[in-house]
């Protein structure tokens, strides 16, 4: 198996159990974003690609849909495994082309294991319900049935994770399943797809499109596929819920976040300032659920400036291969320069650069993408700065005079990904909790992940849908309900 790349370097479908060479002429490359040095490369799909994908799966599906659930589960058993046994390489691959350290790409694929193992429940979790007498000798009953062909596309933060929100499930309650990954970030995929080779699951269950806009099209329009999964950027979510509109498909998209962390004078500050500096810096602030403006108030505004400053100060960036390093770089250098200008931006609008992570140049990686922590103090509560999602290691410091003005302020947002608090206060935390508009809260907590087995929610433009990913609420969204109500004319009294 191939542990950086594929052998010969060009990136290749998965398709009807087989791997096979894109029939498209584009090609696009893969860069380390610390090193700038070329991967492979990554072929641009197309409707035909695509097209073969859904063919494919769609052949695969009545007979895996009549595979029983237990023995559905069986490949996902020996998935978690090969997971676990490969999770250092899979985690250096994420670090050579996502650029995040190797302990955050782990991280990463210890939330997408866990993914695996709650969806081992589908025997549990797929069944319906059912109530005998609705009326005299009649009886009523809902089962849950596959939809067909589905398909997800992901975005390059977490090259190895976001998958499993969608896979898991979707071929666990007897879905055939097509991913797009990220064009910047295939080769994560693509040896992940090595591993569900070996897991015996049928051919045309599991497929794989790489591409980019073009394969996103035609999968949306191919009349085959029954639902799309999305996590991206807020335009593209919107787009993407649009249009699987027009067609009457099935659709949940995570957009894009701009996050709020609110710290309350009672905090305890040495706990806060490094829980807070790991959601904002980690990952480069290339997470969803990264802390992008903290609100103080009172005390807090000097006391919590004071010691993140210090603590973000300390970091060190690098190469996430590198023992030691704590932030890598982002995604691009285009990334890079739009991260710099914005900083830019919020200082023209009034903000004091209290940390400044502009032209950064890390020894030996002279031409890595690296951006060190930033820290934007006095940044007025309404600018480009405070409205827009930066997605880099920027954190603006925002005063309130108090927890109602705060949560005006958070309400204002565009976004609703995540709100976090910071208190020793359970009467503020409760408020809290009841009144922040985001759909994960924080409680002295700076990533509010959901755990598998619940719904990685998200509110207003950072999730268009209904259904989210993860635990119930994918089970809801990969089977259609279908409720039976009988009635038998007499008591049984045949005699055979
Ligand atoms: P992106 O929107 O640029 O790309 C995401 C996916 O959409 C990729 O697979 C890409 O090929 C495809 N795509 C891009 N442009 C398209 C278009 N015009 N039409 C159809 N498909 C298109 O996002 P990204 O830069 O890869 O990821 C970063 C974004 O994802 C950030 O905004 C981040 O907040 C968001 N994100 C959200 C969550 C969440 O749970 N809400 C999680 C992770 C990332």
Redesign the pocket.
Known sequence: MSVVAPPTNKVTNFINGQWAPAQSSEWRDIVNPATGEILASVPLAGAADVNAAVEAAAAAFPEWRRTPPEDRIQPLFKLKMLLEEHIDDIARIITLENGKTFAEAKGEMRRAIENVEVACGIPMMMQGYNLEDVARGIDEIMIRQPLGVVAA??????PGM?AFWYLPYAIATGNTFIL?????VPLTMHYIYELLEKTGLPKGVVSLVN???AA??ALIDHPKVRAIS????????R??YSRSAEQGKRCQC????KNHVVVLPDADIPMATQIISDSAFGCAG???LAVSVAVTIGEAQRTFRDSIAEAASNLRVGNGLEAGVQMGPVITPQSKERVEQLIGVGEKQGAKVLLDGRNTKVPKHETGNFVKPTILDDVPASSEITDT?I?GPVLSLVHADNMDEALAFLERSAYG?QASLFTSSGAAARQFRYQAPAGNIGINIGVAAPMAYFP?S?WKN??FGDLHGQGRDAIEFYTDKKVVVERWAKEHSRKF
């Open positions: 596309i992901v975005p390059f933060n977490f976001i797009k990954p990220s064009e910047r591409g980019g806009k996103v099209d999305f996590v991206g950027s807020t335009p593209v979510a787009y993407i995570q957009g894009g976040a290339q997470r969803c999602e997605f990904n990685f998200g950072s999730f």
